[in-house]
């Protein structure tokens, strides 16, 4: 079992610590060299090889977390240990990812992959539950006893506290992208159709745009752009994503009923063009229900490495809870 965070004593704890962060997605892996305030001393982004298969992603992340050692080493730092975050259905607690669709991954023992190849401790952890820890802790949804971290990346998937307590069922729980938003919609990599991932995740909002324009632009960014320009296409699948998620998004205050909503991941980057029409939506659709403040996560695409950095230093033994990031972003 991990240990529980505490303070490193002052002989042990030295400047010249660190850990490394590394935040796996679908479409990029995103690393970084952690200090103990948790700011980033060095960062590496790479494309994330999916179409090359399973293990060729496990080798890019041995590839990156060997290299941010070096770096760490070449500044003078010393990596006690690393966190890991990943997609999916993720058991912490023994290190393995169980189901991780986007990346081809069933029932690997990732923790004990990457500490044989690299040498290095390693915390396994889950990439929304550890950009919602960052955010509850640091960012946007702190002191907020109800809350809910939904990262809409490649996928889509929340991190949930309630009174307090954050909610993993074993690894189970979050799964918002795949409650069905549009029964008659598309088939959902999980085996499912109409899934919210179907429709309002970045890799969803791409893919509609280009079979309906019949020509390609590489990713949500450019979408949104044309969508704020008045492009008939864009702003078709823009708004389709919107209802979507609100559709998402008033089901889970139904059950859960969060004070705050907070929007991470590559498609929140969008900013006012997606949390303006989100909250109009979601309020068109809530009755008795608490209403919650919607807004962007402070951590940005960012949440998910930070995190995991959360995770690393807790293993290493520090608690990180004094650490001040950026404010939350209302």
Known sequence: MRPEPRPLPTETATPQDSVLALDIGGTGLKGAVVDRTLAPVETLRVSTPRAEGPSAVVDAVTDLLTEL?????????????????????????????????????RDLPLA???????????????????????EFLHGAARGARNALFVALGTGVAAALVCDGVAVTSD??????????????????????VGCLETVASASAVVAGYNVAAERAVPGAVEVA????????IAQAVW???VEGLAKALASAATLLAPERIV????????????????????ADRLTFQRRP???????????????????????AGLDTTAARLPAPAL
Request: one cysteine or more.
């Open 293 to 315: 403040v919607v807004v962007r996560a402070a951590l940005g695409d960012h949440a998910g490495r930070a995190g995991a950095g959360i995770a690393a230093w807790r293993s």
């Open 112 to 134: 004990a992959e990457l500490e044989q190849r690299t040498g290095l401790r390693v915390t396994l952890g889950h990439d929304v539950r550890a950009g919602g820890t960052a």
């Open 263 to 282: 929007l991470g991941g590559g498609l929140a980057e969008a900013g006012p063009l997606l949390l303006d029409p989100l909250r109009v939506a979601l």
């Open 239 to 241: 708004e389709r994503a």
């Open 225 to 232: 752009a044309l969508a704020r320009r008045g492009d008939p």
């Open 69 to 105: 050692r070096r770096r760490a080493h070449d500044r003078g730092l010393h990596p006690l240990h690393a966190g890991v975050v990943v997609p999916g259905i993720v058991d912490e607690a023994r290190g393995r990812v169980l189901w991780a669709v986007n990346l081809g991954w």
């Open 171 to 192: 690894g189970y729980a979050g799964e918002l992208g795949h409650l069905v938003v549009d029964p008659q919609g598309l088939p959902c990599r999980c085996g499912g």
